[in-house]
Every structure is written in structure tokens, then in C-alpha cells.
């Protein structure tokens, strides 16, 4: 059977309320004493009752996240290494996670934040891929809900974020192919409602600015961030334009769908034409040819998304509340040797 706060106290010798207390950490326990309890119910093997405790402190200990995608794509190597960090940050503090998809701007995914701010299932909310005047971060500032980002958007109100520069990000990039010689370069851009595809699209168009690099309104097209998306965008890209010598993908996942179809098409990626991402996902070093690409740490992002969240349900204010990251470019054969 196990034990009990009762066969605690009656090892020691004191209340039933002292070891609560002490178990608690209440500074109205001696340091001592606390010390002993603590001691006593290791030895006891005492395992806390989570409903009743959290049913005292009126929490849950359960933080939510509630992913933006269409169907439950959790092979999607970002959104796999974003969870991992948030599920450990999460666990060393002794917090479960739960984790939820629903398609983008759906009434279903209206309805679960609806559900997570009135019906008291989490504690907080990560929320991920901004929107612009996002409806989710709008819903939960006018709950009062806790909640961390992971991006940036227009709202007008202060709320606390980690976000990467996606225009220094694309400035790296697009300098390192100016530099390699390319002066005609496209760009597969992310879905042109989330605001981080608005800060790699002007990176782009300043950058090609800065280098007197002409920019085609063909050598933009959209994809869905999938690498079917990556193909279909690069083979409809070059159709329309061929004389463009590299692209840039929004994400590493349509560069891997766009080399893919460069390779079916008869072309050497690195050679015929050079190919970009974003992201650095672990799988972008181990394509053929290695991806160039920007890396922003996503798992130690999940984690220092998670740990603000921890610090805001607990009445702390986060140290750091706008994080904004300059992404690392990864030079690989992907985008080639000089072209000069």
C-alpha cells in the first residue's frame, strides 16, 4: 500500500498539516524539519496525490499546443523537433503537455481555443505560426489566458514571443548566392498569410535590392510548405522562367521536394542550378546533395517558449519577453561553387 501523508507524520512525530505544508515547501516549516519530511517520505516511497493537488491549487499542470496543420502530421521534422523541446522543458517542471491538430483558421481550431480559455483543460498555450492580426492571439489576450508564441504579428498589444529574424535570415541567404554569382534567383515562398513568409519575402526583395539584382514577379510562387508543394512550385518556377539559376526555398521541406524534381527533371542541383532552404531540420544534412540552409535552433526554441509559458502560469514575468533569434547560414553542396 502506498504511503501516506499520515504514516509521515506519525514516523516523525508532527501533524498531518506540518508535512503537508513542509511537502509544500511553505516557508512556515523549518528548514529542518522540511528537510526531514522530505527525507521520511523518500524513504516512505510517498507519491503525491496530482488530482488532489491540483485540484487545491486549482491547475491542471498541463500545458497545450494546438498545431496548425491539415491532418495530424506529426512526421513533419519541424514540428517533431519543436515538440520535443517543449515536451522536455516541459517535464523537468513536472507539467504534461497535450498536444492537439487542426487545419489553419478552421471553426475547429476556433472551437479548441475556444474550449482551452473556458473550460480550464491547460494551464497555457504555445501558439505557433502567426497569422496577420492573429484571431488566436487576439482570443487569448481578451481572456487573460497564459499564453507564449513562437512569432511575431500586428496586434496591438504587448505579448510575450521567441521569434527568428526572418529577414536577416533571408539576407544571408540570398547574399551567399549573390556572392557565388547568381543574379536571377527565385523564391518558393511560404504561404503568404503567415507572417514569417512576409519577413522572408521582404529579406528577399531587400537583398536583391542591395546586390542591383532585378526580381521578376514570375520568380515568386507559393507553396504549402510540403515538399509536394516544393515540387510542383520549382517545376511550375522554371517552366515559366528558366533562365533562373538558384532557389530559394521557404522551408527546408519544399527545397527537398523541389531537388528532388530538379534530379527528375535531368538537372545536378549544385551545378545546373542551386537550391536554398530554411529551417536546418535534422534530415537537411543527409539529402543529395546536402541543403544549404538557415539554421534556427527549433527544439531549443520549444524549449525557451515552454520555460516562459512555466514562468507566466506561475505569476513570474519572463526575463526575456521578446526573444528575436538571427538564424546561422549552413553553407552545403546544395547551392554550389561559384558561377563567376
Known sequence: MAATLKDIASKLGISITTVSRGLAGY???????????????????????????????????????????????????????????????????????????????????????ARATQRGWVDGLIVIRTRENDSRILHLHEHDFPFVVFGRTDVPFEYPYVDEDGVAGMQLLVQHLADLGHRRIGFIMPPAGLMFSQYRLQGYYDTMAANNLPVIPEWIVEGDLTQRSG???????????????????????????????????????????????????????????PLTTLHQPIYEIGRQTCAMLIDIVNGRTPENQHALLTPTLIVRASSGSSIL
Open 27 to 113: 516557508d512556515d516549516v523549518a528548514a529542518e524539519t522540511r528537510q526531514r519530511i522530505l527525507e521520511t517520505a523518500a524513504a516512505l516511497g510517498y507519491q503525491p496525490n496530482l488530482i488532489a493537488r491540483r485540484l487545491q491549487k486549482q491547475r491542471t499542470d498541463t500545458l497545450g499546443f494546438i498545431m496548425p496543420t491539415f491532418g495530424p502530421r506529426f512526421s513533419d521534422p519541424f514540428f517533431s523537433e519543436f515538440i520535443a523541446g517543449i515536451g522536455n522543458e516541459a517535464a523537468e517542471h513536472e507539467y504534461d503537455l497535450l498536444v492537439s491538430t487542426h487545419a489553419p483558421e478552421s471553426e475547429e481550431e476556433k472551437q479548441a481555443y
Open 231 to 289: 515540387a510542383e512550385a520549382v517545376k511550375r518556377l522554371l517552366a515559366a522562367t528558366p533562365q533562373v539559376t538558384a532557389v530559394i526555398c521557404g522551408n527546408d521541406l519544399m527545397a527537398m521536394g523541389a531537388i528532388n524534381q530538379i534530379q527528375q527533371d535531368g538537372k545536378t542541383v549544385g551545378v545546373d542550378i542551386a537550391v536554398a532552404g530554411f529551417d536546418d531540420i535534422p534530415s537537411s544534412a543527409y539529402v543529395n546533395p
